[in-house]
Structure formats: C-alpha cells, structure tokens
C-alpha cells in the first residue's frame, strides 16, 4: 500500500510560480508512474502530467504546457510538480497519483491510477 502526500500548495497571484511536491512512503516507489491531477469545484479531475518510473518519459496536458514540469527524485521517493506562469484557471485541488507497479509509463486517465493522495489547494487571484 503506497501512502502519499502532496505538499506545497497555497494562494499566489497570476504570473506567480508554486511547486508541489508529493512524498510517497513506499520504499519501491522507484517502480511507480506518477501522474498530477487536479480537480476545481463543479468539474471533473482533469490530467495535469505524468512521469514514468525513471523519470525519462513525460507527459502534460495541453493547457500546462510549457508552464508546468513534472520531475522526480527517487532518492528521495518524491514527485514534484513546477508551475509558473500561473493562471487563474489553474486554481483546483492538486492531487498526486501512483500507478501499479506492473505499468511503467504514466496516463491520462484517472482510472489507472491506484493510489492518492489527499490533495493540496493551489488558489490563483487575479
């Protein structure tokens, strides 16, 4: 059972930058893709970006190009997630995600994620 825990969010201003990090307690969590997602109120948990295992492969959705990286330290079994730029429309409860061990290479689908975080709140005025 992977437990993690993401960190970092709060309330910034347009143009702002923030970084997310998300530890994860799993000694193996080098064998995990890790994907970001994030959620606003009133709509569904959307794809941020995702990692696989080494961290060699990364994807993003199209509205966080650019602007966002994902990187990970698996030294250090934490995710990170850079933003700049921000907008307002990025504002959304951040969650972090593991996929199974037997997967290698993140996705854009929620569903193929087992494991959670709780999320951070990332609030962006304008």
């Known amino acids: 059972q992977v437990q993690l825990v993401e960190s970092g969010g709060g309330l910034v201003q347009a143009g702002d930058s923030l970084r997310l990090s998300c530890a994860a307690s799993e000694r193996t969590f080098t064998r995990y893709a890790m994907g970001w997602f994030r959620q606003a109120p009133g709509k569904e948990r959307e794809f941020v970006t995702a990692v696989d295992w080494s961290g060699g492969m990364m994807n993003y959705a199209d509205s966080v190009k650019g602007r966002f990286t994902i990187s990970r330290d698996n030294a250090k079994n934490t995710v990170y997630l850079q933003m700049s730029s921000l907008k307002p429309e990025d504002t959304a409860l951040y969650y972090c995600?593991?996929?199974?061990?037997?997967?290698?290479?993140?996705?854009?689908?929620?569903?193929?994620?087992?494991?959670w975080g709780q999320g951070t709140q990332v609030t962006v005025s304008s």
């Open positions: 995600a593991a996929r199974g061990v037997e997967f290698s290479t993140g996705s854009y689908f929620p569903h193929d994620y087992h494991y």
